[in-house]
C-alpha cells in the first residue's frame, strides 16, 4: 500500500525560529491535506492542497504532485504552534481513504 | 452551522460491554468516516461510507460495526469492548464530488476499556 512519511519526527524550535516540515508519499493522490494536532487532541485542519502553493498568516504549504511531496513552512514561530503536524493523502483510485502520516511532534520553547 | 459533532467526549467501558459512537454532520456531505488514534500515532480508517445504506471497511475494522441510515448521522458500534480498543475515536466528513477545504474531523471521543 501507499507509504506516507513525514520528517523530521521531532523537532524543538526557540520561538520566533522557522521551519520546515516535509511529507513524502509513495504513490500518486488527488488530495493532500495538513492537519495541526494540538496538545488538547484536536485536529486543526491547515491546509488542503492537492497541490500548487497556499499561505495562510505564517504558515504556507507547497505541494509538487508529480514529485510526490508536499511541505508545510512555519515562520516566526510561537509556542502554540507546539503540537503534531499530519498529512493524510488520498490516493488517486478514487477509494475515498485518507492515510495520514507518520507525523512531526513539535516543541517550540519560550 | 456546527461542522461534526462526536458524542460523547469521554468513556469508560468494560471489557465485553457494547456501546455506540455518534457522529452527526450538518455540511450535507456525502461521505463519512471513523478513525481511530492510539497513543503517538497517526490515525487509521475503521469504516466509511459513501452515502445512505452505503458502507465499507478500512484498515482496521474488526470488533467494530457501523450502518448509515441518514446521510447526516454515522454511528460507530462496539459490540464487545475489549482492552486493545482503548483509543481516541474520530469521526470525519467531506464531499464526495468536489473538494475545497477537504475533511473536517470531529472533535474526537475518548475511549476506554478496562
Known amino acids: 500500500g501507499i507509504q506516507v512519511e513525514q520528517s523530521p519526527p521531532d523537532l524543538i524550535l526557540q520561538e520566533g525560529a522557522n521551519s520546515t516540515l516535509r511529507c513524502n508519499f509513495s504513490d500518486s493522490v488527488n488530495n493532500l491535506q495538513w492537519f495541526h494536532q494540538n496538545p488538547w487532541g484536536q485536529l486543526i485542519n491547515l491546509f488542503y492542497?492537492?497541490?500548487g502553493t497556499k499561505q495562510n498568516g505564517r504558515l504556507s504549504a507547497t505541494t509538487v504532485a508529480t514529485e510526490r511531496y508536499s511541505l508545510l513552512y512555519i515562520s516566526s514561530s510561537q509556542t502554540t504552534d507546539s503540537g503534531v503536524y499530519f498529512c493524510?493523502?488520498?490516493?488517486?483510485?478514487?477509494?475515498?481513504?485518507?492515510?495520514f502520516g507518520t507525523g512531526t511532534r513539535l516543541k517550540v520553547l519560550a | 452551522n456546527a461542522g461534526v459533532t462526536q458524542t460523547p467526549k469521554f468513556q469508560v467501558l468494560k471489557t465485553g460491554q457494547s456501546m455506540t459512537l455518534q457522529c452527526a454532520q450538518d455540511?450535507?456531505?456525502?461521505?463519512m468516516s471513523w478513525y481511530r488514534q492510539d497513543p503517538g500515532m497517526g490515525l487509521r480508517l475503521i469504516h466509511y461510507s459513501v452515502g445512505a445504506g452505503i458502507t465499507d471497511q478500512g484498515e482496521v475494522p474488526n470488533g467494530y460495526n457501523v450502518s448509515r441510515s441518514t446521510t447526516e448521522d454515522f454511528p460507530l458500534r462496539l459490540l464487545s469492548a475489549a482492552p486493545s480498543q482503548t483509543s481516541v475515536y474520530f469521526c470525519a466528513s467531506r464531499p464526495i464530488r468536489v473538494m475545497v477545504y477537504g475533511y473536517t474531523f470531529g472533535s474526537g471521543t475518548r475511549l476506554t476499556v478496562v
Open positions: 493524510a493523502v488520498e490516493l488517486a483510485s478514487g477509494t475515498y481513504k485518507y492515510i
Open positions: 492542497i492537492p497541490s
Open positions: 455540511m450535507n456531505h456525502e461521505y
